[in-house]
């Protein structure tokens, strides 16, 4: 590394960035396409389950994992869960996520439309329109899935 004055150190290099026109697209596509060793992975795809110990324990693991608690030993295994039931929820989860950003398209394409056609002024309805998203869209849809995620269905483990 070249020397600096005291307080400055180099950054690491980067590796260089291909640029469109030179593979990049048709690289990335092969590699989406191309299936890896596991289709179904569900440690990526469902979120983490929540296994309360009778003990008191708590514990955080991907659906179909088991889990042992570390005071008493006990083993919990959440494949106990009807599969359908957790993919459901998994499912509703991600559209409503697909539903935020859906609304986000919906508000934000015709003001960049609006803007290439009538120009800049009209990028002055920007600021209404995120008012509008933070102060009475984005409460309203926090407050939607806290409730859905209260009335989550629990289920009752067994130890193994």
């Known amino acids: 590394m070249p020397a600096y004055p005291s307080g400055y150190r180099a950054l690491p290099r980067r590796a260089p960035v291909r640029a469109l026109g030179t593979g990049w697209l048709p ?46 030993h006990r083993r919990w ?42 120009g800049i002024k009209i990028l002055a309805l920007l600021p209404v329109v995120m008012g509008f998203w933070f102060l009475f869209y984005m409460p309203r849809w926090r407050r939607r899935v806290r409730l859905q995620a209260r009335n989550l269905q629990r289920w009752q483990l067994h130890p193994e």
């Open 27 to 72: 690289a990335l596509a092969g590699a989406l396409s191309r299936p890896s060793g596991k289709i179904y992975n569900a440690s990526v795809r469902g979120a983490l389950i929540t296994v309360r110990c009778d003990c008191g324990g708590i514990g955080y693991v991907p659906y179909g994992e088991r889990w042992e608690c570390p005071t008493c």
């Open 77 to 118: 295994n959440t494949g106990q869960i009807p599969a359908e039931e957790y993919w459901g929820i998994m499912r509703d989860m991600r559209r409503t996520r697909i539903n935020v950003l859906a609304t986000a398209l919906g508000l934000i394409l015709p003001i960049l439309i609006l803007t290439a056609v009538a």
